[in-house]
């Protein structure tokens, strides 16, 4: 029989705690676990298996509402002018993908279960170009009002659903109620909103690029940072309107840049 004897006056080392004791009887062996260790082999089974309910009640009918991200799709601006607002570029590429407000480990089952009831599926996260056409020659443009600085972002419209969770396989799960989102409309394309972003001079100046407008954000990969090269793809969004005070910004037009 194996057993810690070397000194009973000093407490086993924490790794020593879920010890495995083995005694022979009969060449017989039998392994006695700790309770500490089959809860904690438990769990681990459970970490591995998706979260699951069998039933879902809305609270209401599904309903849009804006989603709580906004993404940078133009660069920063100061607009001197004291007449007229200064307009700049827009456009480029987000990712946007389903929410959920329950933490879990895999929540994939869940969104199943809540969209059989609502006749609508949750995507996962889409990538797509917003704020116009990548294609086109001549690109949006958004007014930024004269006297004042920011930038331009892009909001998601997100189609979601509020309720509550029952028949599940996790007790801190069960009787939750949830609210679950999912980009909208479903065809794969993203939706949403554009709205000039009011900063101060400085925060304005720091998105030095469009960060929307990069190899990253193009990848599915936005970062809202200005680190990653502007790739050109939305036809000359890597440049200001000449109506902007361009050295104000001391950035250089980068029109003739494409993939």
């Not at 039998?30 to 591995?48: E, G, N, R």
């Not at 609270?59 to 001197?80: E, H, N």
């Not at 109620?177 to 972003?197: D, K």
């Not at 193009?218 to 939305?234: I, L």
């Amino acid at each position: 029989m194996l057993k810690y004897l070397q000194n009973p006056s000093r407490e086993p080392s924490l790794s020593k705690q879920f010890s495995v004791t083995i005694i022979k009887r009969n060449t017989i062996s039998t392994m006695h676990f700790s309770t500490s260790t089959f809860i904690a082999l438990v769990s681990l089974s459970k970490l591995a298996a998706a979260t699951s309910c069998s039933s879902y009640t809305p609270s209401g009918q599904p309903y849009s509402q804006p989603a709580l991200r906004t993404f940078i799709i133009s660069k920063g601006v100061v607009c001197d002018s004291t007449t007229t607002p200064c307009r700049v570029d827009v456009g480029g590429y987000v990712s946007d993908g389903r929410t959920l407000n329950l933490s879990v480990s895999d929540p994939e089952e869940l969104y199943k279960t809540i969209g059989n009831e609502v006749d609508f599926t949750f995507n996962t996260t889409v990538t797509n170009f917003v704020g116009g056409n990548p294609d086109i020659a001549h690109p949006l443009t958004w007014p930024i009002p004269n006297g004042t600085a920011g930038y331009v972002g892009w909001t998601a419209n997100h189609r979601c659903t509020a309720g509550q969770l029952s028949g599940c396989d996790e007790v801190a799960v069960e009787g939750a109620f949830v609210e679950a989102c999912t980009p909208y409309p479903q065809a794969g394309e993203l939706s949403g909103t554009i709205a000039e972003i009011g900063t101060d001079r400085q925060a304005a100046m720091a998105v030095s690029c469009n960060p929307a407008n990069t190899t990253q954000a193009k990848e599915g990969n936005y970062t809202g940072s200005c680190d990653a090269v502007e790739t050109g793809d939305a036809a000359g969004l890597g440049h200001v309107s000449v109506v902007l005070l361009v050295g104000a910004l001391g950035v250089a037009l980068f029109g003739s840049e494409g993939l």
